[in-house]
């Protein structure tokens, strides 16, 4: 069975930075496309960023444009997410997800899904 388990989550100020952990077991990880989706409360989950299995070619929501950046260690079985300029909007649970099927990344048919990291931004 594939495990993700996502870190890195906190509470940081306006303008801050994190960067989250998503590792993943199993030994097919270059298998899958990687994504990462964020839910605030109250709110539907929604897409932030994914990555391709082999090219690697990323994918992001325009609010994540700019200040964020998804990539993979396929050595690692890890993908990260580094986050910029850290805005209070951006406060949400942030879950990451792993899929072998062809859907589309930004869509949230994934086949596996971590418990997700709680990111917090103050003003």
């Known amino acids: 069975q594939v495990q993700l388990v996502e870190s890195g989550g906190g509470l940081v100020q306006a303008g801050g930075s994190l960067r989250l952990s998503c590792a993943v ?66 406060t949400a649970v942030y879950y990451c997800a792993a899929k072998w099927r062809l859907t589309a990344v930004f869509s949230r048919e994934y086949d596996y899904w971590g418990q997700g990291t709680q990111v917090t931004v103050s003003s």
């Open 25 to 90: 077991s199993g030994r097919t990880f270059s298998s899958y496309d990687m994504g990462w989706f964020r839910q605030a409360p109250g709110k539907e989950r929604e897409f932030v960023a994914a990555i391709t299995r082999n090219v690697g070619t990323t994918y992001y929501a325009d609010s994540a444009k700019g200040r964020f950046t998804i990539s993979r260690d396929n050595a690692r079985n890890t993908v990260y997410l580094q986050m910029n300029s850290l805005k209070p909007e951006d």
